[in-house]
């Protein structure tokens, strides 16, 4: 699977942004999808993840509420909008597959299979 994130860019705090991932390669309706970021000098962390079929997520207490992460197994692509964004969710964002078949908490433990180049969010304050 290979993995391409956009939609990234530089925003005021407060407003909404929406990353996209595309994925090529075959059944993407097979893998758990994740998103992640890294803020400068700090490590990798997950923000949230989606089931095969979307019907189950997950989201980390930070991003809680104000993030929501989707997909559209039809057009092989997950999205995360961000709505209330503060200046501490500046990142480069990442999305991550899970192995074929994997549950969407092997995401949530770490175990990612598959990474996309990352797209930069920017929240000036």
């Known amino acids: 699977v290979q993995l391409q994130a956009s939609g990234g860019g530089l925003v005021q705090a407060g407003s909404s942004l929406r990353v996209s991932c595309a994925a090529s390669g075959h059944s993407f309706s097979d893998y758990s999808m994740g998103w992640f970021r890294q803020a400068p000098a700090k490590e990798r962390e997950l923000v949230a993840t989606i089931s095969w079929s979307g019907g189950s997520t997950y989201y980390v207490d930070a991003v809680k509420g104000r993030f929501s992460i989707s997909r559209d197994n039809a057009k092989s692509t997950v999205a995360l909008q961000m709505n209330s964004l503060k200046p501490e969710d500046t990142a480069v964002y990442y999305c991550?597959?899970?192995?074929?078949?994997?549950?969407?908490?092997?995401?949530?433990?770490?175990?990612?299979?598959?990474w996309g180049r990352g797209t930069l969010v920017t929240v000036s304050s």
């Open positions: 991550a597959a899970a192995d074929q078949y994997a549950a969407q908490g092997d995401l949530i433990k770490g175990r990612v299979a598959y």
